[in-house]
């Protein structure tokens, strides 16, 4: 079993849609929790980071983490075709020697219609 | 700024070729890192470091070098290519020590036949 799942998609919405992207993790020790977005033939870019359960809002992004179900969600409001990419959910803990392993999840790929 | 920079954005290889993967960032950031992202695996960690003249083994390690002379530069060796070797490399920095902000190149594209 994979440490982080995330379900594949593809997802296609309309425009003005509410997305929610998820994803579960089995490794309780996961202490930081980011989304990343990566448009065709490019690299992922950061788009959320947070580090305790609840809620982060930035513009039509929020991030939510449930630490408890070790469950984690990426909705995008107001969705447009510019949002039309993969979403990586990626964890990350601190080892006990002080380096870092950050695991990614394979990825959703949304698509926005018009 | 430029930010991650990787060359070649395309290569093509011969089982036994040795190449190298070149990575240079000018933001300074002591933390930088290699993946490569295959069809249904994700981003798997090649080789990391935490500053120059550090570097340590990551998921993947098999079949790769890295070294650091400097901190803008981290290339990536691949000693002798092999097909398992084809996919989708990326290099990455970050300012965080612990490496989770994450800026990424635009990656190289490596087939090995």
């Known amino acids: 079993q994979k440490e982080v799942e995330q379900d594949p998609g593809p997802l296609s919405v309309p425009e003005g849609a509410i997305v929610s992207l998820n994803c579960t993790y089995s490794?309780?020790?996961?202490?930081?929790f980011m989304w990343y977005r990566q448009y065709s033939r490019k690299g992922p870019e950061l788009l959320m980071y947070?580090?305790?359960?609840g809620n982060k809002e930035d513009g039509r992004f929020t991030a939510q983490v449930d630490k408890s179900s070790k469950y984690i969600s990426l909705f995008i409001r107001d969705s447009q075709p510019s949002d039309s990419a993969t979403y990586l959910c990626?964890?990350?803990?601190?080892?006990?020697?002080?380096?870092?392993?950050?695991?990614f999840g394979t990825g959703t790929q949304l698509k926005v219609e018009l | 700024n430029a930010g991650v920079t990787q060359t070649p954005k395309f290569q093509v290889l011969k089982t036994g070729q040795s190449m190298t993967l070149q990575c240079a960032q000018d933001m300074n950031h002591e933390y930088m890192s290699w993946y490569r992202q295959d069809p249904g695996m994700g981003l798997r960690l090649i080789h990391y470091?935490?500053?120059?003249?550090?570097?340590d083994q990551g998921e993947v390690p098999n079949g790769y070098n890295v070294s650091r002379s400097t901190t803008e530069d981290f290339p990536l060796r691949l000693l002798s290519a092999a097909p398992s070797q084809t996919s989708v490399y990326f290099c990455?920095?970050?300012?965080?020590?612990?490496?989770?902000?994450?800026?990424f190149g635009s990656g190289t594209q490596l087939s090995v036949l």
């Open positions: 990455a920095s970050s300012y965080s020590g612990h490496g989770e902000k994450l800026f």
């Open positions: 947070t580090y305790s359960s």
């Open positions: 490794n309780s020790a996961f202490q930081y």
């Open positions: 470091s935490v500053g120059a003249g550090i570097t």
């Open positions: 990626a964890m990350s803990q601190i080892l006990t020697g002080g380096g870092n392993k950050l695991t």
